[in-house]
């Protein structure tokens, strides 16, 4: 039988913008979204653009509309860390910040515990952790789904209080999903849903019955013609988007369509 899951949760809409767009770019993309969007009851919108665009686009924001997130951060509060932005220094800046994206655990080595390191961090200062997890194509293959994101989920929350539970979200990206991943392919909603559920019960075992607040995110490859497919699996409460959340008419479409599925 299909778990039932709390349906009042907000659905999150958020643009991972990785290294692209320079300040002038971003700020003229956010000002087009400001535009086109007003603030919609139920939907969260976050964009993530890169670190040196924060502070700029935080004076320009709305924040009743759209909220910034930080792809990244060091989990040390100060001192000398040469060429590292700590979360103490983003507070102020941003809402959210992504922790332990998949390009940050491949490309650039980052291990569990510096994870778990940014997720405390995060939680310390007050923003919202969205922590990245996902099985890689030959985890997949070897039938290691489950223990990766069992893995990953305990060493990323493995400082974490249930009482910092309203600091985390969690963002499902099977990393064969990302579209800048070679030969990434489409995941379809069965591929996906047997991971909510195995993340939602993780949670649940781990921190209890409030872990049903924590929203569950869906990232891969996500444009305006399947979004409204992974929206309505259940237990998935948003999406993390890379390339749809370029180009702004494509992320417009698809919180259009996640106003329609809420
Ligand atoms: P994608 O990226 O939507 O381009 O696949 C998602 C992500 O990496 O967060």
Redesign the pocket.
Same mark, same amino acid.
């Given at each position: 039988m299909q778990p039932c899951y709390n349906k009042i949760m907000k659905t999150y809409i958020v643009g991972?913008w990785?290294m692209n767009f320079t300040i002038g770019e971003s700020s003229i993309y956010l000002h087009k979204l400001l535009k086109r969007i007003s603030p919609i009851k139920g939907i969260q919108i976050a964009v993530a653009p890169s670190l040196i665009a924060l502070q700029p686009l935080s004076l320009q924001l709305d924040r009743k509309k759209i909220k910034l997130c930080a792809q990244n951060c060091c989990a040390k509060d100060f001192g000398a860390y040469t060429g590292e932005t700590a979360v103490a220094q983003l507070r102020g800046l941003v809402d959210y910040c992504i922790v332990g994206?998949? =390009?940050r655990r491949y490309v650039f080595n980052e291990t569990d515990k510096d994870i778990r390191d940014k997720v405390s961090a995060c939680v310390r200062n007050n923003i919202t952790a969205i922590l990245?997890i996902g099985e890689t194509e030959s985890e997949r293959t070897f039938g290691e789904t489950a223990d990766v994101l069992r893995d990953q989920l305990t060493s990323g929350l493995s400082d974490i209080a249930k009482e910092d539970l309203g600091k985390i979200i969690i #963002?499902y =990206?099977p990393v064969w #999903? /990302? +579209?800048?991943v070679k030969g #990434?392919r489409v995941a379809v909603p069965d591929d996906i849903s047997a991971s909510i559920d195995l993340i939602r019960k993780h949670l649940k075992d781990t921190f209890g019955k409030d872990a049903e607040n924590v929203p569950v995110l869906y %990232? &891969? +490859?996500?444009n305006p013609s399947n979004c409204g497919a992974y929206l309505t699996i259940p237990g998935v409460n948003g999406l993390? /988007? &890379? %390339? +749809? +959340?370029l180009i702004a008419d494509q992320f417009i479409d698809i919180i259009d369509i996640a106003k329609r599925v809420k």
């Open positions: 991972n990785k994206h998949s =390009e990245c #963002a =990206e #999903a /990302i +579209s800048s #990434a %990232g &891969g +490859s996500v993390l /988007i &890379g %390339g +749809s +959340s």
